[in-house]
């Protein structure tokens, strides 16, 4: 199993930026897939991005040319640089991985986007 934790969330005014990222930890050689999903209060989460071992990436549209997804596969990481922040990119984000069969989570960190 995989053990993620993320860092790097916090407030930021609209058109700010932040950087998330996640460190994955545990019995695992290689990791498939990681990547970000996020949840605003009273909606579904959904998918924000993702990026395979071989730097395929993801995006959900409302994202695209906002923010970048990055992986390390030798230090287990991913970053999410978010440019151009919105108020409707308030959630919390949660760091993903799907290895060994498995998909994994960690435990979110708060993005909030206000003036």
């Known amino acids: 199993q995989v053990q993620l934790v993320e860092s790097g969330g916090g407030l930021v005014q609209p058109g700010g930026s932040l950087r998330l990222s996640c460190a994955a930890s545990?019995?695992?050689?290689?990791?498939?897939?990681m990547g970000w999903y996020r949840q605003a209060p009273g909606q579904q989460r959904e998918l924000v991005a993702t990026?395979?071992?071989?730097?395929?990436?993801n995006y959900v549209e409302s994202v695209k040319g906002r923010f970048t997804i990055s992986r390390d596969n030798a230090k287990k990481t991913v970053d999410l640089q978010m440019n151009s922040l919105k108020p409707e990119d308030t959630a919390v984000y949660y760091c993903?991985?799907?290895?060994?069969?498995?998909?994994?989570w960690g435990q979110g960190t708060q993005v909030t986007v206000s003036s």
């Open positions: 993903y991985a799907y290895a060994l069969g498995l998909h994994s």
């Open positions: 545990g019995r695992i050689f290689r990791i498939n897939t």
């Open positions: 990026i395979t071992s071989s730097s395929s990436t």
